[in-house]
């Protein structure tokens, strides 16, 4: 009776650790995907600086706005 119990532990013990396995292998894919949106938002910041400071010096050259 008891040797049946540990059998049904341990077969689930090993449901539960391939289980852990692919969590673990998704969660290394969200994790990637979330490194590559950072980089996106980085690469979106520095264009916008860009074309902040270029919009500044066209206003500046058409005196739309007062220095």
Same mark, same amino acid.
């Given at each position: 009776?008891? *040797?049946?119990? *540990? %059998?049904?532990? %341990? ?6 650790? #391939?289980?852990? @396995? /692919?969590?673990?292998? @998704?969660?290394?894919?969200? /994790?990637? $995907? =979330? #490194?590559? *949106?950072? %980089? ?6 520095? %264009?916008?600086?860009?074309? #902040? $400071?270029?919009? /500044?010096?066209?206003?500046? @050259? =058409?005196? =739309?706005?007062?220095?």
């Amino acid at each position: 009776m008891v *040797l049946e119990h *540990l %059998r049904m532990i %341990r077969g689930d013990l090993g449901e539960i650790k #391939a289980n852990v @396995r /692919e969590l673990q292998t @998704r969660m290394g894919g969200v /994790e990637t $995907g =979330l #490194a590559d *949106l950072h %980089r996106l938002i980085a690469e979106q910041s520095v %264009r916008i600086d860009c074309l #902040a $400071g270029r919009v /500044e010096r066209i206003e500046t @050259r =058409l005196e =739309l706005v007062s220095p």
